[in-house]
């Protein structure tokens, strides 16, 4: 692997100056390099992060194909690392105008991991050093505990998907002195509404009145308002009393939790383990957001590329290969899923919007159509809107607030059925749905979704750990439940319990009817590697 | 199809079926004209594309991302199999998966392929449990609601393609059996089986012979041309001269001398072929699904195992059947044909009992059967089928039957075939000889199946 040649980095710092003055905004520094086939074959495996710790299933072939995506929290072949320089990988043979394009996409993808609040937890990390640091780390263990380690990350990893990415963002900016006392939140919360059960229109009444209070007198508001509460509901203290003792804050982050609280790990001897422990969690952690904003990133840089390209006097001759590989890359396909596609249509749209004004009250309370369709306010706002979309949105919250029916009939977008026509022995795809709400589904349901697990500590002992299963709508595959409690078992020292909800199907008497689900509540328990599955 | 199925449920009911029989069977027919959503659920993984599939290192500099390392694709299974006995020897279970089938892309003639693999488990959502529609993708372009765009053709049915002929078939055959012989000695490795050779054969296996089996590197009596070609491109894999896409010329290669292997003179046993296994199983429309899956498997690995064993000198043959039997001409054939119409089972052993007669196997071979069903049999009083065993238990050295039942047969409740075998009495008179196991073929472990094979040749 070497640096790309002085003459093609000046060309790139050319290309850094006239995305700065289209309003894109990065580090200075970055780092691009040649790769070939061989190196291609060391990268692939450790997501073109060159420096990842070593590990066997790197080596073996790992379940293939469709659903991998499901499993691990990151793209396998990115183009550039989201680290500080951030680093990009090219083919020694593209011609200058094809490298100036994929500059301009390379350069939106560091504006966006700079500057997108998803990536918050990445900010301040040279993510490739700290990786050859744990290496090195893992490496040194290794020599130490033997294929010990390799245990440690593969049951750390075993629960890699479930690091509480969005709990820790959240956490990061989030404004305690927002929140009202702890007093308010249960009196209106809890008391209110599921001991004493007053009518809505009586919680109204109270708020209105804390409210008036707080206008008039801040400082002394909540205890003038306990007062009269205190007289009216005297049971009021000794509940709260109660209830702020029995609630603490649940864990959501299984890994994290083991790692603080694991009996096994607490041993002198273990507490190596928890070193690796970190790695993969920090790891797991680093690739979150990318997973979170493929659509949003690769439509960014899509926006970008062309935008920068078509006005950068270097396009001149170039204009029809450019063409071709532009639109090999963006263009809607007939049938499947393409995240350049659809990113940079979304990001188009918004754009489009905001610039006639219609993010806004205003248009929304409009209900003639053609008053809808001749809305125009000219605001102009478009470039800062799609900045702040950059700023703020992930794939979901673009898909989930702006697929609407006008989006998905600018762009003759549908949903693609396909059925067999048994007696040809073809498949035929067909238009299935043209609504927007059944486009929006179809894309939701196919991102990136690890289950969420958390822990009860109530149930959690040191000889117990009880762990949750979160229901949405989808059972866990079954055959790899026992496999990774096994390895939870290990890391805990102790039995371990995984509540979750298994969906049974009942097959329809009548071939006409729909088989029924029902749903059971299911509790696995393993202890000394026996693995048992009771009712709940 | 569903005319003469008609036809021959027509003929059952004449014999005054019960209700739960009648019900099973129109339950079968109506399996067989749902054949269509079927295939479509068998088709669809396939085709679709995720966001994830793309990135920029092929989207705009068409970068193939590459299939697996040079050298560890090399690795041997052995390198692999002593990595994962350290595990067990550390008390966690395995991790190197039995090979997995893969089917062929491009060519019609099917090739079976053992590949070493493994997963990691992790907590993560199933969506094939409630999606019984499937969930569509993305398209984009004219066309109203309903609009057929687009046409692809649908993985050729097993047995029509082209040229199955004689030579095709016995080379796929090869393929098979040589990567069966792998997989086999992950089985032994792993489950340590019972050696068939303690069942009472009427011969022993082994007679000692001298032969140019061993390796040796560097000197010996004949070159072993596989084994030095191996060696060969591995050296100048790590010397950078066979590079992966590109194309490379024989004339560039190192030659080291210590590449050469040969092979040297050694004792070795001797083997002859004096078994004959066949493998029977239903292919009728109830057995789509898990029950195939698990027939299938459990009797690929005591195929594999057999290999392994009898160092490829077990004759094997193969007999499927829905209300008719017929016979196939390999395993592949065997493993992947696509489920057909209604259930009986006494035709298929009938076949078996025909073939023998007139080969005369039993004059000169110890014959084994292996059959695998859901236990459905629309000839409910069994007779036909009773007496056919009859006839089969009196030249066979083992008959093993394997009964996978659909998830909706209730677990208490027997099936037909086992009912039948049962009331026969045949288990007990012939405990030697014949050998039953049941089980749910819905989510059954590798480990329920070994102990099944187990079971059967115990």
């Known amino acids: 692997m070497e640096l790309i040649d002085q003459r093609t980095k000046k060309i790139m710092e050319e290309c850094k100056v006239r995305a700065r003055d289209a309003g894109l905004s990065f580090d200075n520094e970055t780092l691009e390099y040649i790769v070939t086939n061989k190196d291609m074959v060391d990268l692939s495996p450790k997501v073109m992060i060159p420096t990842l710790y070593d590990y066997w299933v790197h080596d073996v072939e790992v379940l293939k194909g469709h659903g991998k995506y499901k499993l691990y929290p990151n793209n396998p072949y990115e183009t550039v690392i989201n680290s500080r320089p951030a680093i990009s990988f090219y083919n020694d043979n593209n ?43 893992i490496a040194n263990l290794r020599s130490e505990h033997g294929r010990w380690v390799d245990y440690v990350i593969e049951f750390s990893r075993s629960i890699d998907n479930i690091v509480g990415y969005f709990d820790y963002i959240s956490a990061l900016n989030y404004n305690t002195k927002l929140d009202p006392t702890a007093a308010i939140t249960f009196y209106f919360d809890v008391f209110l509404q599921e001991i004493v059960k007053v009518p809505g229109h009586e919680i109204f009444k109270e708020i209105e009145r804390y409210n008036n209070l707080r206008d008039s007198n801040k400082e002394q508001a909540e205890s003038l308002f306990f007062s009269e509460v205190k007289s009216k509901y005297p049971e009021f203290q000794a509940k709260f009393e109660k209830h702020s003792n ?43 957001p990318q997973i979170r904003t493929k659509i949003i990133n690769e439509g960014w840089a899509s926006y970008w590329h062309d935008k920068l390209f078509r006005s950068d006097p270097r396009i001149a001759g170039h204009e029809i290969g450019y063409a071709k590989l532009n639109a090999g890359v963006t263009a809607l396909r007939r049938v499947g899923l393409n995240p350049y596609a659809i990113g940079l249509r979304l990001i ?60 998905v009939d600018e762009h003759n977008l549908f949903v693609v059925g396909q059925h067999l026509d048994q007696s040809r022995n073809v498949i035929q795809y067909y238009v299935k749905s043209r609504k927007a709400a059944d486009y929006k589904k179809m894309l939701i349901d196919s991102l990136y979704h690890p289950p969420r697990i958390s ?47 298994d969906i049974v199907v009942q097959k329809p008497q009548n071939q006409n009817e729909k088989p029924k689900y029902e749903l059971r509540k299911v509790l696995y328990t393993i202890k000394d590697k026996k693995v048992t599955k009771q009712n709940l | 199809m569903s005319k003469y199925l008609n036809h021959i449920f027509e003929k059952y009911l004449n014999r005054e079926l019960s209700e739960q029989d009648k019900a099973v069977i129109l339950n079968e027919m109506q399996a067989c004209k749902n054949l269509e959503a079927i295939e ?5 993984a396939s085709s679709k594309t995720s966001f994830y599939d793309f990135h920029d290192l092929l989207a705009f500099q068409q970068f193939i991302p ?10 041997t299974l052995d390198e692999l199999l002593e990595q994962d006995k350290k595990r067990e020897e550390d008390g966690f279970p395995r991790r190197i998966r039995l090979g997995k089938l893969v089917r062929p892309s491009k060519t019609d003639k099917g090739k079976v392929v053992v590949v070493p693999s493994t997963t990691e488990p992790k907590f993560y959502h199933d969506d094939s449990v409630t999606e019984e529609e499937e969930s569509g993708e993305g398209g984009a372009g004219e066309g109203e609601e309903g609009d057929v765009i687009g046409e692809q053709q649908a993985q050729p049915q097993p047995g029509e393609g082209e040229g199955q002929g004689a030579g095709e078939g016995d080379s796929s055959d090869h393929d098979v059996t040589s990567e069966a012989y792998d997989l086999g000695k992950i089985i032994t490795e792993k489950f ?71 092979r040297i003179l050694s004792r070795e046993k001797d083997f002859e072929t004096q078994a004959v296994v066949f493998f029977l199983r239903d292919y009728s429309g109830s057995m789509q699904g898990d029950p195939t899956q698990l027939v299938t498997t459990q009797h690929l690995l005591i195929y594999s195992w057999l290999m392994y064993q009898y160092q490829n000198n077990v004759v094997t043959r193969f007999i499927l059947h829905d209300t008719e039997a017929k016979e196939v001409p390999d395993f ?3 493993y992947s044909s696509q489920v057909a119409g209604g259930t009986r089972v006494a035709p298929a052993f009938k076949l078996m009992n025909k073939i023998v007669e007139e080969e005369q196997l039993q004059v000169d071979y110890n014959i084994y059967v292996f059959y695998g069903t859901d236990g459905d049999d629309w000839d409910s009083d069994g007779k036909e089928l009773i007496e056919t065993l009859k006839q089969t238990l009196t030249f066979a050295n083992r008959l093993g039957i394997t009964v996978a039942k659909n998830a909706w047969t209730p677990d208490s409740k027997t099936t037909t075939v086992e009912k039948n075998i049962i009331d026969s009495g045949l288990l007990k008179e012939r405990a030697d000889l014949l050998k039953m196991d049941a089980m749910v073929a819905t989510g059954v472990s590798e480990e329920r199946i070994i102990e099944g094979i187990k079971k059967l040749v115990s």
């Open chain 1, 348 to 407: 188009e749209h918004v754009e489009n919007l905001a610039n006639k004004g219609q993010i806004s009250r205003d248009f929304q309370v409009l209900d003639s159509f053609q008053a809808k369709e001749n809305f125009d306010r000219k605001t102009g706002k478009g470039q800062e809107t799609i900045f702040e979309l950059r700023k703020h949105f992930s794939d979901f919250t673009l898909i989930n607030s702006y697929v609407s029916q006008d989006f």
């Open chain 1, 246 to 288: 029995k609630r603490e804050k649940e864990f959501v982050d299984v890994l994290q939790f083991i790692h603080d609280n694991s009996p096994f790990l607490r041993k002198e001897s273990n507490s190596w383990m928890k070193l690796v422990m970190n790695v993969v969690r920090n790891t797991s952690l680093y690739f979150q």
């Open chain 2, 66 to 75: 590459p299939g697996m390392d040079l050298i560890s694709a090399l690795k």
């Open chain 2, 192 to 262: 340590s089986l019972p050696n068939l050779k303690d069942k009472g054969k009427k011969r022993s296996f082994t007679k000692y012979t001298y032969d140019l089996t061993d390796r040796n590197r560097g000197f010996g009596q004949i070159l072993d041309k596989k084994a030095t070609l191996r060696r060969l491109v591995k050296t100048n894999i790590m010397l950078g001269r066979i590079k992966q896409n590109e194309p490379f010329s024989p004339d560039n290669m190192l030659l080291n001398p210590q590449d050469m292997v040969f």
């Open chain 2, 40 to 44: 479509q659920e068998y088709n669809k």
């Open chain 1, 95 to 137: 011609p200058d105008w094809m490298n100036i394009m994929i500059f301009y996409h390379v350069l939106a993808h560091i504006d966006f991991f700079q500057n997108n609040k998803m990536f918050e937890n990445t900010w301040n990390d040279d993510f490739v050093g700290k990786a050859l640091a744990d290496k090195r780390l």
């Open chain 1, 455 to 501: 822990v009860n500590k109530a149930k959690t002992s040191d000889e117990n750990l009880y762990m949750v299963h979160h229901f949405e709508g989808k059972q866990l595959i079954q055959q790899f439940v026992p496999d990774t409690l096994l390895g939870l078992e290990f890391l805990w020292g102790g039995q371990v319990q995984l509540e979750t909800t």
């Open chain 2, 332 to 334: 592949y054939t065997y």
